[in-house]
T-cell receptor
């Protein structure tokens, strides 16, 4: 299995909702990442987990809460989001410090 | 402050010819450089990387050249094919972090 999978593919939520994005990989990668990508912009790093521990938080607002239940799973819990948080949320994983494998993303719309 | 710069937002190349995508960086501590390809509504796909201690890496139709003194790298695609039309992101890694350029949209013309 050489894939990073993400669910759901699309998510529409209101500003008072609580939802979660899920990411899974079975490649034995030790690091997992969350990125946010707005239209026509490069991916922006949000969080990095290394060996299931949060190693980087790029000053992301607390309405985004990551969780790494085990080495194959990465969640992003969403609460009280704003319309400007609408974007493509990408998960990635890597075995080494360089090559990252990306999932297809979750297209999030906040109303 | 943009640490990884792709100064050409778009590039058009005739099918069969060479596509050259350029990237500049400012941080001499980057240890790897990578190229990703992205189709609309999909996640980026890793293409090729180069260690900061090398100056060339080749993989099939893709070759990446690194000029450390100029802090410049380029991706050569030869011959260019219609399926190569996509956005190409240059990226640089420093430990667990990868920093992306803004991307160059490549159009392969028939």
């Amino acid at each position: 299995d050489t894939e990073v999978t993400q669910t759901p593919k699309h998510l529409v939520m209101g500003m008072t909702n609580k939802k979660s994005l899920k990411c899974e990989q079975h490649m034995g990668h030790r690091a997992m990442y969350w990125y946010k990508q707005k239209a026509k912009k490069p991916p922006e790093l949000m969080f990095v987990y290394s060996y299931e521990k949060l190693s980087i938080n790029e000053s992301v607002p607390s309405r985004f809460s990551p969780e790494c239940p085990n080495s194959s799973l990465l969640n992003l819990h969403l609460h009280a989001l704003q319309p400007e948080d609408s974007a493509l949320y990408l998960c990635a994983s890597s075995y080494t410090d360089n090559e990252q494998f990306f999932g297809p993303g979750t297209r999030l719309t906040v109303l | 402050d943009q640490q990884v710069k792709q100064n050409s937002p778009s590039l058009s190349v005739q099918e069969g010819r060479i596509s050259i995508l350029n990237c500049d960086y400012t941080n001499s501590m980057f240890d790897y450089f990578l190229w990703y390809k992205k189709y609309p509504a999909e996640g980026p796909t890793f293409l090729i990387s180069i260690s900061s201690i090398k100056d060339k890496n080749e993989d099939g139709r893709f070759t990446v050249f690194l000029n450390k003194s100029a802090k410049h790298l380029s991706l050569h695609i030869v011959p260019s094919q219609p399926g190569d039309s996509a956005v190409y992101f240059c990226a640089a890694s420093l430990g667990d972090k990868i920093i992306f350029g803004k991307g160059t949209r490549l159009h392969i013309l028939p």
